[in-house]
């Protein structure tokens, strides 16, 4: 601004000024004390210096709240309850300030800090303070009074229910530019102000001698995003309230009169910054010019876009079918299942992509590094080179024969801006199943949505209008204590979730978990196990409280995150077909891991033509190809665990049998088995007839559907033990682990009848409770299995199972 002239102070009594605050007559405070005209503070009473008439008073602002509805909080800039005379106020803001419906404000409340800000249309020095006020109650209270040239301020103490008039102490500068004031009290008693009157001139202006300019990182600053241009002055606290901004390519980088800069299309701009000469000491303009770059957000992205070529693997050899046998494809697989059950998941076959969120806690700032993300995209796309074992695509495009590909992306970090216990703590009363990672995730994918400018299409491969699979890896170590629940791995589907293309299916871990395997490589065991549950597997361990014991013994990418994925897996995401047998035969089978041959004998109840159905199901299981390292000794360095490090074969009772239930405006129906998907979505409330199709049976307790009776008692998929006959869902301790002896070689046999005790039936009676004596020798479903085996011949490269039809 041009230096103005100093005016000279005008004078006023204050009883004038007093008189003119309560012209409409006096007022009643809550403590039914009146406003006097003509009463003044003395210094005994409020510990500062009392006004006279002889001290030099000016500018007023007087309170007149009438307009104001008592009790009305004042937040805007509405001039309604003050009136101005010879001082320009641009604008007002309140923090806990109310009208009173009377010639004064009440600012603060019992419990809250109040505060009161003006704001001037230039600078000016305040070179004198007096305010005319009085308490709610009898007690005293602080009033504090500060400038834009003054922040620490400066106070007066007020006593009594009485209007007085209070002066507050010499400002510490008189010279400086004021731009705005602000009176403030604390929570201990609400003031009730009359006026404010100020000594007051035009501000001097300090002049700069120059300009510095601070952006933050501009050089590549992505579209859409903005950044504050900030100016500072030498001598600092220079007003420049004129200064200009402006931008050479406003359809690249424009810039508001305010110094915020926004990037708008690729390429390059440049910025100037002009202070005007009226405010310099060399009375020359200041100029300052940036040069802003704008890219493509997409660049910082790590994409994946492999064929598989560098994965290695066996394609899925051609089967061939002989007498009482044939290979099958399976009818059902485990996406569709999930579907009928209102569960949108990633796909199992073909190329699918799948997005991942490095999310940054608070305070985590220096872990979320360019190179911690680079290493995730390694465990996550890398070549198998590139890890201390297989990458999360490597190991699916070998698991599956080359018949998944996952492709994806890896976002920057995401710095969503809560601590780790912040986020722990958060609820929704609205769904008892809620989890802190929904809210997470609907911002993660918000952000990156907008950040990247694209609706999320392309992780939706299925149309289903969810992103196939959201990845969110984060910023904290796991907590293996499991005082804090939300630093864990695991795999969720946000329910309520809602829009087009938004993220449903979605797996959590930390990026620590990428250092538990072999060596200081990386490790993608965990990120494996979870995507197993992305693409619909269940748990094959037993949940924490469960009464059974761990049905698969240890053994499995399912159950403890080793090796490759059983012959029911695989079977249940449609990557094999295996021999369904009819009649005696015998039928050679081939490494697993390298052909995805398995041997399934359906009960005496039949078969379905599916994988959700109750069935014996057998593999040659050898340590090769993704069974090798963690079958080496010590096993896999994440929980000690190792795999069969001999051949044989792996016999599993499996029971993927589907129930269906009927919603019937208040709730689901009892559970009915059922050969076919049932499903039906009645979209308006009450939703009367909507269908749903589960599995009925879970490894662990809390995870069946049938509770009672002794269904309860049945398994998903339990594995037989050859040696000691063990039953690995009951009657063994909690710790069992599968062995070399739980594998069938050259001269052993297996039969219902040889091992019914790892059949319900045989155990339990109807109720599900346990029988003093043996009951049925009964697959679940209560027929009989027709078959027996026999086992001969067994090398690295095969075995032969002699399958002997019985009555």
């Given at each position: 601004?041009k230096?103005?002239?100093i005016?000279?102070?005008a004078?006023?009594?204050?009883s004038?000024?007093l008189?003119?605050?309560?012209s409409?007559?006096?007022?009643s405070l809550?403590?039914?004390?009146?406003?006097s005209?003509?009463?003044?503070?003395?210094?005994?009473?409020?510990?500062?210096?009392?006004?006279?008439?002889?001290?030099p008073?000016?500018?007023t602002?007087?309170?007149?709240?009438?307009?104001i509805p008592?009790a009305t909080?004042i937040?805007?800039?509405?001039?309604?309850?003050?009136?101005?005379n010879?001082?320009?106020v641009?604008g007002?803001?309140?923090t806990?300030v109310?009208?009173?419906?009377?010639?004064?404000i009440k600012?603060?409340v019992?419990?809250?800090?109040g505060?009161?800000?003006?704001?001037?249309?230039?600078?000016?020095?305040i070179?004198?303070v007096?305010m005319?006020?009085?308490?709610?109650s009898?007690?005293?209270?602080?009033?504090?009074?500060?400038?834009?040239?003054?922040p620490?301020?400066?106070?007066?103490?007020?006593?009594g229910?009485?209007?007085?008039?209070?002066?507050f102490?010499?400002l510490?500068?008189?010279?400086?530019s004021?731009?705005?004031f602000t009176?403030?009290?604390?929570t201990t008693?609400?003031?009730?102000?009359?006026?404010?009157t100020?000594?007051?001139?035009?501000g001097?202006?300090?002049k700069?001698?120059?300009?510095?300019?601070?952006?933050?990182?501009i050089?590549d600053l992505?579209i859409?995003e903005?950044r504050?241009?900030?100016?500072t002055?030498?001598?600092?606290?220079?007003?420049?309230?004129?200064?200009?901004?402006?931008?050479?390519?406003?359809?690249?980088?424009?810039v508001s009169?305010a110094?915020?800069?926004?990037?708008?299309?690729?390429?390059?701009?440049?910025?100037?910054?002009?202070?005007p000469?009226?405010?310099?000491?060399?009375g020359?303009?200041?100029v300052?010019?940036i040069?802003?770059?704008v890219?493509?957000?997409?660049?910082f992205?790590l994409?994946?876009?492999k064929?598989?070529s560098?994965?290695g693997?066996?394609a899925?050899?051609?089967?061939v079918?002989?007498?009482?046998?044939?290979a099958?494809?399976?009818?059902?697989?485990q996406?569709?299942?999930s579907?009928?059950?209102?569960?949108?998941e990633?796909?199992?076959?073909n190329?699918?992509?799948i997005?991942?969120?490095?999310?940054?806690?608070?305070?985590?700032e220096?872990?979320?590094?360019d190179?911690?993300?680079?290493?995730?995209?390694?465990?996550?796309?890398?070549?198998a080179?590139?890890?201390?074992?297989?990458?999360?695509?490597?190991?699916?495009?070998?698991?599956s024969?080359?018949?998944?590909?996952l492709?994806?992306?890896?976002?920057?970090?995401?710095?969503?801006?809560?601590?780790?216990?912040?986020?722990?703590n958060?609820?929704?009363?609205?769904?008892s199943?809620?989890?802190p990672?929904w809210?997470?995730l609907?911002?993660a994918?918000?952000?990156?949505?907008a950040r990247?400018?694209t609706?999320?299409?392309?992780?939706?491969?299925?149309?289903?209008?969810?992103?196939d699979g959201?990845?969110?890896?984060?910023?904290?170590?796991?907590d293996?204590?499991?005082?804090?629940?939300?630093l864990?791995?695991y795999?969720f589907?946000?329910l309520?979730?809602?829009?087009?293309?938004?993220?449903?299916?979605?797996a959590w871990?930390s990026?620590?978990?990428m250092?538990?395997g072999?060596?200081t490589k990386?490790?993608a065991?965990?990120?494996?196990?979870e995507t197993?549950h992305?693409?619909g597997?269940?748990?094959?361990?037993?949940?924490?409280g469960?009464?059974?014991?761990?049905?698969?013994?240890g053994?499995?990418?399912?159950d403890?995150?080793?090796i490759d994925?059983n012959?029911?897996?695989?079977?249940a995401?449609?990557?094999?077909?295996?021999?369904?047998?009819?009649?005696?035969?015998?039928?050679?089978?081939?490494?697993?891991?390298t052909?995805?041959?398995s041997?399934?004998?359906?009960d005496a109840?039949?078969?379905?033509?599916?994988s959700?159905d109750?069935?014996i199901l057998?593999?040659?299981?050898?340590?090769?190809?993704?069974?090798?390292?963690?079958s080496l000794?010590?096993?896999?360095?994440?929980?000690?665990?190792r795999?069969?490090y001999e051949?044989?074969?792996?016999i599993?009772?499996?029971?993927?049998r589907m129930?269906?239930?009927?919603?019937?405006?208040?709730g689901?129906?009892?559970w009915d088995?059922t050969?076919?998907?049932?499903y039906?979505?009645?979209?308006?409330?009450?939703?009367?007839g909507?269908?749903?199709?589960?599995?009925?049976?879970?490894?662990s307790?809390?995870?069946?559907?049938?509770?009672?009776?002794?269904?309860?008692r049945?398994r998903?998929?339990?594995?037989?033990d050859c040696t000691q006959?063990?039953?690995?869902?009951y009657g063994?301790?909690q710790?069992?682990?599968?062995d070399n002896?739980?594998?069938?070689?050259a001269?052993?046999?297996?039969?219902?009848?040889?091992?019914?005790?790892?059949?319900?039936?045989?155990?339990?009676?109807?109720?599900g409770?346990k029988?003093?004596?043996?009951?049925?020798?009964?697959?679940n479903?209560?027929s009989?299995?027709?078959?027996?085996?026999?086992?001969?011949?067994?090398?690295?490269d095969?075995?032969t199972?002699?399958?002997?039809?019985v009555?």
């Amino acid at each position: 601004m041009k230096k103005q002239k100093i005016v000279a102070v005008a004078t006023l009594a204050a009883s004038m000024l007093l008189a003119g605050c309560v012209s409409n007559g006096s007022s009643s405070l809550p403590s039914s004390n009146s406003v006097s005209s003509n009463s003044v503070a003395s210094s005994s009473e409020t510990g500062s210096s009392a006004s006279s008439s002889s001290q030099p008073v000016g500018e007023t602002i007087v309170f007149a709240a009438a307009a104001i509805p008592n009790a009305t909080k004042i937040t805007s800039a509405t001039t309604d309850f003050y009136t101005v005379n010879g001082l320009s106020v641009t604008g007002t803001s309140g923090t806990n300030v109310y009208g009173t419906g009377n010639a004064y404000i009440k600012i603060a409340v019992k419990s809250t800090a109040g505060s009161l800000t003006f704001d001037l249309d230039g600078a000016k020095s305040i070179t004198s303070v007096k305010m005319n006020a009085a308490l709610a109650s009898g007690t005293t209270q602080t009033v504090t009074f500060a400038d834009s040239a003054n922040p620490s301020g400066v106070s007066v103490t007020v006593a009594g229910t009485t209007f007085a008039d209070y002066a507050f102490p010499s400002l510490t500068d008189t010279t400086g530019s004021v731009l705005s004031f602000t009176i403030s009290v604390p929570t201990t008693a609400p003031l009730f102000l009359a006026s404010l009157t100020f000594g007051l001139q035009d501000g001097v202006e300090t002049k700069a001698s120059s300009m510095t300019l601070s952006t933050g990182n501009i050089s590549d600053l992505p579209i859409g995003e903005t950044r504050q241009i900030g100016v500072t002055t030498d001598p600092v606290g220079v007003t420049f309230p004129t200064t200009t901004f402006s931008s050479d390519r406003d359809d690249i980088a424009s810039v508001s009169s305010a110094g915020i800069l926004t990037a708008k299309a690729i390429g390059t701009a440049i910025i100037t910054v002009t202070l005007p000469g009226a405010h310099t000491v060399s009375g020359n303009d200041i100029v300052k010019t940036i040069t802003v770059s704008v890219i493509d957000p997409n660049v910082f992205l790590l994409t994946s876009t492999k064929d598989g070529s560098t994965y290695g693997g066996n394609a899925k050899p051609a089967t061939v079918d002989g007498t009482g046998y044939a290979a099958t494809q399976n009818r059902d697989i485990q996406h569709q299942l999930s579907a009928a059950s209102g569960i949108l998941e990633l796909p199992s076959i073909n190329t699918q992509k799948i997005l991942v969120i490095p999310v940054c806690f608070q305070g985590d700032e220096n872990v979320a590094t360019d190179t911690l993300r680079t290493n995730i995209y390694k465990t996550f796309f890398g070549d198998a080179a590139e890890t201390g074992w297989e990458s999360l695509a490597s190991y699916y495009w070998k698991s599956s024969f080359q018949q998944l590909l996952l492709q994806g992306t890896v976002s920057e970090w995401w710095q969503c801006g809560y601590s780790a216990s912040t986020v722990a703590n958060w609820s929704d009363p609205e769904w008892s199943s809620f989890d802190p990672t929904w809210r997470l995730l609907e911002e993660a994918v918000k952000w990156y949505k907008a950040r990247y400018n694209t609706t999320g299409a392309e992780f939706d491969q299925d149309n289903d209008g969810a992103l196939d699979g959201v990845w969110m890896v984060y910023s904290r170590p796991q907590d293996t204590t499991g005082t804090n629940s939300l630093l864990w791995a695991y795999t969720f589907e946000d329910l309520r979730a809602s829009g087009e293309e938004v993220g449903f299916k979605y797996a959590w871990a930390s990026y620590r978990f990428m250092y538990e395997g072999y060596g200081t490589k990386l490790d993608a065991h965990t990120f494996i196990h979870e995507t197993g549950h992305m693409m619909g597997l269940d748990d094959y361990y037993t949940y924490a409280g469960a009464s059974n014991f761990g049905p698969m013994a240890g053994l499995d990418m399912m159950d403890n995150n080793i090796i490759d994925h059983n012959a029911y897996s695989k079977f249940a995401y449609g990557w094999t077909s295996p021999y369904v047998v009819s009649d005696s035969c015998s039928i050679t089978l081939h490494p697993a891991a390298t052909t995805g041959e398995s041997i399934l004998l359906p009960d005496a109840a039949g078969w379905n033509g599916s994988s959700f159905d109750e069935y014996i199901l057998m593999e040659f299981y050898t340590p090769t190809n993704l069974n090798y390292q963690d079958s080496l000794p010590g096993g896999y360095p994440g929980n000690n665990k190792r795999g069969f490090y001999e051949n044989g074969v792996r016999i599993y009772h499996v029971d993927a049998r589907m129930v269906y239930s009927v919603y019937d405006g208040k709730g689901f129906g009892a559970w009915d088995y059922t050969d076919d998907i049932k499903y039906v979505y009645v979209e308006q409330s009450p939703y009367t007839g909507t269908t749903y199709s589960v599995l009925a049976h879970s490894n662990s307790d809390s995870r069946q559907q049938l509770t009672t009776g002794i269904e309860k008692r049945f398994r998903l998929i339990q594995e037989m033990d050859c040696t000691q006959k063990r039953d690995f869902t009951y009657g063994v301790n909690q710790d069992a682990t599968a062995d070399n002896g739980t594998l069938f070689q050259a001269g052993d046999s297996f039969s219902l009848s040889a091992y019914h005790d790892s059949f319900p039936r045989y155990k339990f009676d109807a109720n599900g409770d346990k029988l003093v004596s043996p009951g049925f020798e009964q697959m679940n479903d209560g027929s009989t299995l027709p078959y027996s085996v026999s086992f001969s011949s067994m090398s690295n490269d095969s075995i032969t199972v002699n399958v002997t039809k019985v009555a």
